[in-house]
């Protein structure tokens, strides 16, 4: 239900003012009729050496201009600049979930608000150090590193994916791995059976079981699965060699036809292609409570829209083939996503990492929740299917139109 702006911008003042839950905001769009001064705004809080300040970055449309305000009086103040702003859209991620506001025709502010659990486990500031590296969930010095190796680029990727994680196991009360265990009772089953797939060296694998394994109560299962036996080779000596191998398990065979059991968790961090898909019908058939998945690239959706004639008002869209490549990344999510709410699961699709560490930066996180989906819900996914004339082949494999 729209709310006057007024309170909506109460509201937005106070989390975006609050130096100990905001993670980053963005404004953009514009309200009717008028235009704000930037087309885009993003507040974020950074570490300096000076101490803790808000970055905002405002785009004018030709370049971006960065300023660092001190909290207390400067941000206040410019944070009020920024809210009379005739922006359309704010988004903002805090500590404790995301508030997005949309300013409607009329004037009035449309609240949508989530918590999910921002994935930054107790005592992992939201201020990030101004180089943009994030504050570590695995302890960098961690001798687990030493045993698998890996690039500063990849620790980076596998750090956010585990944040993801957290965030989705909604793990928040627990203490990050290489801290004190903060004794709290969590609502994991024990053992936790946590499989990922298209594992290849295993460098989430393991990075994972660390992560999950230190958390007070839970025993955990990880299981790669990997087609190429020889990863499986390799990660299997690995595990030997941290004393993982009764814990840590790789079988080489496709992740449509691996054996499982019953897995509570499933994981996925590039997959190739169709293996995503492969990995999500996995997981929605194993009935496995949570799915955490950024997918690789995106051929089968591609490939059909290329055979295909789009709908009349559509064609704009996929006439120039870069745009068609990117159009069939956002389908081929956006189906996915609709597929898995379809089955009883609530999705979020998020950017785990920055972009510019990782194109393939988009993550499907899942938490089974056994809702029905509405006829509305099912409409609006086999609406979307028939009017581009495509099976996406997770839709294939979970025998949908
Ligand atoms: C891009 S790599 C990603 C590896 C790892 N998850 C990571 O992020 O470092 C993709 C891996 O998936 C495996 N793979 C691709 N398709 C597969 C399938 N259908 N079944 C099992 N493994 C598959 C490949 O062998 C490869 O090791």
Not at 50 to 79: F, I, K, Y
Not at 227 to 247: V, Y
Request: net charge positive.
């Amino acid at each position: 239900v729209p709310v006057p702006w007024e309170s909506a911008r109460a509201e937005l003042r106070g989390l975006l003012t609050d130096a100990d839950r905001l993670v980053r905001a963005v404004a953009a769009g514009r309200r009717r009729g008028s235009q704000p001064r930037w087309v885009r705004a993003t507040l974020r809080p950074v570490s300096l050496k000076a101490g803790t300040r808000l970055q905002l970055t405002t785009d004018d449309g030709t370049r971006p201009t960065t300023r660092n305000l001190a909290w207390g009086g400067e941000v206040e103040s410019t944070v009020d600049e920024l809210l009379a702003q005739p922006f359309g859209n704010w988004h903002i991620d805090t500590r404790d979930g995301i508030v997005q506001v949309r300013v409607t025709k009329r004037g009035e502010a449309q609240i949508h608000r989530e918590s999910t659990g921002s994935g930054l486990p107790t005592g992992v500031p939201a201020a990030r150090a101004h180089d943009e590296v994030p504050a570590h969930i695995l302890d960098p010095g961690d001798p687990l590193f030493d045993v698998i190796g890996g690039t500063a680029a990849k620790r980076r990727q596998v750090d956010a994916f585990l944040r993801s994680l957290a965030a989705t196991l909604e793990l928040d009360g627990h203490q990050a791995a290489g801290s004190t265990p903060s004794g709290s009772e969590t609502a994991l089953p024990s053992p936790l059976r946590v499989v990922d797939m298209g594992c290849g060296n295993a460098y989430l694998t393991f990075a994972a079981y660390r992560f999950l394994s230190t958390l007070s109560t839970v025993e955990v299962e990880l299981t790669g699965v990997d087609m190429r036996d020889d990863q499986r080779r390799r990660n299997t000596e690995l595990a030997h060699s941290l004393g993982w191998q009764d814990r840590v398990r790789f079988t080489a065979a496709t992740i449509a036809r691996a054996p499982l059991d019953d897995p509570h968790v499933v994981l996925a961090l590039h997959a190739c292609d169709t293996a995503t898909d492969e990995a999500l019908a996995r997981a929605v058939q194993a009935g496995a409570r949570w799915i955490v998945a950024a997918p690789c690239c995106h051929h089968d959706v591609a490939r059909q829209l290329r055979a295909n004639r789009p709908p009349a008002a559509y064609e704009i869209l996929t006439r120039h083939g870069i745009l068609r490549e990117r159009f069939a990344d956002v389908l081929t999510d956006a189906l996915r996503a609709a597929l898995l709410r379809l089955h009883g699961y609530r999705v979020d699709v998020v950017e785990f990492i920055d972009s510019r560490h990782t194109p393939r930066n988009v993550m499907l996180r899942a938490r089974r929740t056994h809702a029905p989906a509405s006829p509305a819900a099912r409409e609006e996914y086999d609406h979307l299917v028939a009017a581009w004339g495509i099976r996406p082949y997770l839709a294939t494999l979970l025998d949908r139109r």
